[in-house]
């Protein structure tokens, strides 16, 4: 089936700076990658995903970008804020499941 | 409108027993599907439901069921909890079959449930 794998799995950041998380794949069916953000005590909150037609996709502050051909993609937040601060899944979509990955700890530092 | 509502927030059950937890997905949407999130194993896909049936299911025991009903709501269940249980479960839904590219999922704040 497919795995997914998330790099890093903590990432601390000036207020500012930008933020870059990075996910592979197995599954070269996979289609459909959503990026979701979880606050502590919080559900998972879809922040931007892409389908397998799109190299990138931006909205606003965050970007998604797709390498099918290495199988990775990427999200980027840039002017990151401390109300950035959460953890960071990424997931991959093939034959109606989402795998997700481990997540990623951001933290914000003013 | 209102978001996906699951219920109990929080439970604590004991080993042996049985929990049933219920999800009502956002109006309109027709596709429920269950996830079981861990401090150790993350994220991971139990079932999707769709018109009251089971379209998809992950690599979880038998003990793990859901069903779908035909107002889209939907309940699953475990049985015979063991401690490993212990977790957040979150409901997911979404317009129509996750297999169709297009229908994003939107998550419920989940179900605490701890096994003692």
């Known amino acids: 089936g497919e795995n997914v794998e998330q790099h890093p799995s903590t990432l601390s950041v000036q207020e500012g700076d930008s933020a870059v998380i990075k996910c592979t794949y197995s599954?070269?069916?996979?289609?459909?990658f959503p990026w979701y953000k979880q606050e502590l005590g919080k559900r998972p909150q879809l922040i931007i995903d892409?389908?397998?037609?799109?190299g990138e996709k931006k909205d606003q502050r965050i970007a998604v970008t797709l390498n099918k051909t290495a199988k990775h993609f990427s999200l980027h937040i840039t002017e990151t804020q401390p109300e950035d601060s959460a953890v960071y899944f990424c997931?991959?979509?093939?034959?109606?499941?989402?795998?997700f990955g481990a997540g990623t700890q951001v933290v914000v530092t003013p | 409108k209102a978001g996906v509502t699951q219920t109990p927030r929080y439970l604590i059950k004991t080993r042996g027993q049985q929990v049933t937890l219920s999800c009502s997905p956002i109006?309109?949407?027709?596709?429920v599907s269950w996830y079981q999130q861990t401090p150790g194993q993350g994220l991971q896909f139990l079932f999707e439901?769709?018109?009251?049936?089971?379209?998809n299911k992950g690599n979880f025991p038998g003990r793990f069921s859901g069903r779908q009903f035909s107002n889209s709501r939907s309940e699953m269940n475990v049985s015979t909890l063991e401690l490993g249980d212990s977790a957040l479960y979150l409901c997911?839904?979404?317009?129509?079959?996750?297999?169709?590219?297009?229908?994003?999922?939107?998550f419920g704040e989940g179900s605490w449930l701890t096994v003692v």
């Open positions: 997931a991959a979509s093939t034959n109606g499941k989402l795998q």
């Open positions: 109006s309109g949407h027709r596709s």
């Open positions: 997911a839904s979404s317009l129509g079959p996750h297999r169709d590219s297009g229908n994003t999922i939107y």
């Open positions: 439901y769709f018109s009251e049936t089971q379209r």
């Open positions: 599954d070269s069916a996979s289609n459909y």
């Open positions: 892409i389908r397998s037609n799109v």
